[in-house]
């Protein structure tokens, strides 16, 4: 999501402090507290990116169970400071992550193939703070890009958000995707970012996530020589302390 990339995978080269509010938990097998630690679980690797450059806490994520293409996994955390800024992003990645790429995904995968990419994904969302829970999808022009590659776009899809949590950019439109209706956000991570947020908030969501490129191939000019080279299920926190958990979460390229 948001506020990304080049500058954390720049402070992993250095060390990187973070104030608590409250105490995380006790480290079990399958989970990482540590800033921009990982789990990896099958094919997809957990995330636990941490920015919080305006504020303090701490941030879990942990792997539940698997089987095959399908998993459980969950995120606590506790952060203060403003709301205005996001403090973490818990993630379950498939395919490309700043110079992490998993294999046997499917990804990448070309827009003009018109290549179908379901998912599905039933989540607890928090009861309070302000976050939002969606997918990420980012974009290369190049099928092989590596850990200095800025993607050429990226593209969230908002299911869940509370608290007034607010995607880059202006609205441009209200648009009817996958039998749902979506506000279209145009914005900028230093590439171009456009961002549907569901209307009605939702807590589990069956998609072709490859409906959502072709609206903006049609309607906002993407190129279809883009390669579609990650998908991520995440939830950004901006502020509050709360659990994810993720009842089963999977993503398929057909």
Known sequence: MRLRRLLTRAALAGSLTVGTTGMAPAVRPGTTCEPNGSVTVGRYRLDNDIYAETGTGWQCVWDSWNSGATIGWGASWSWGGPPTSAKSVAASVLGWH????????????????????????????PRSGVFAVGYDLFLHDTATPDANSPPTGEVMIWLYRSGGARPPGTKVDTVKVGRTTWDLYRGTAGWPVHTFVRRVNASSATLDLADFLAHL??????????????????????QGSGQLNTNSYATKIA
């Open 98 to 125: 700043w110079g992490w790429t998993s294999t046997g995904t499917g990804l990448p995968v070309r827009l003009s193939d018109e290549r179908s990419v379901q998912t599905g994904w039933r989540f607890q969302p």
């Open 217 to 238: 191939r049609a309607a906002e000019g993407l190129s279809p020589d883009n390669y579609l080279t990650g998908v991520e299920a995440d939830i950004e926190v901006f």
